[in-house]
């Protein structure tokens, strides 16, 4: 099985990376259609376009009263929370390629103009790709933490832990260490960390390739399907009556 797995997983890897590099060469493609990011006129603003949609799909449809806001980078990005989660508000805050320095930085126009009930966070992996330290990753994400529980004291926020992927398997002892820092402060900063990363792992121990897209790093439906059952979990602990009731409704 972990033969098998580690062969899964490399092939993966190989393709991804063979895909990066025909991005790259390819006349008509980029680095940054290659992480699956649109193109911005402006590459001192290279979130521009997506930022923008959210604050025209705020104009267009006001969000709910009582939403689950998630927030993040590409996991949240392409996750299809709206179906996930068909039996309460969501609103989905995710740019692709974001580090926890974009989310800082484009932070208030990230926040809807209704506040939500409970709020959902997944950052870091992108930092840590870039070559930014472990300790550097955790310090941004409490900041972004802390910044959230200010703006929403009373709404439970929970941080999803860095996740294993084929792909990034070398990072993943920087990741566990980002990981256990944050798990570390919840308690303290008032939020609540979720270990999403052990769903994802095979027998063997190595990311289940079976739960990832062919580029090694994006989950596939299958592997969001896991994470929906951990949220779901926590939003019935944190909002039991809330979460009842759109339920039942």
Known sequence: MRTANI???RSIAIKAATALLLA?????????????????ADPAFPFAREIEAFAKANAASPPIEGATLFLGSSSIRLWNIAGSFADIPTLKRGFGGASTPDVLRHYRRLLPPIQPRTIVVYVGENDL?????PDEV?????TLLKRLRADYPRAPIAFLSLKPSPIRWTLWPKMAAVNQAIADRAGADRFTYLDVGQVLLARDGLPDASLFRPDGLHMNPQGYQRWTQLIDNWLDQVAPAANAARKAS
């Open 7 to 9: 062969a899964c997983a």
């Open 24 to 40: 790259f060469a390819l006349p008509g493609t980029g680095g940054a259609q290659a992480q699956d990011r649109p193109p911005n």
């Open 129 to 133: 790709a870039a070559g930014t330290s």
């Open 138 to 142: 955790a310090d941004d994400i409490l």
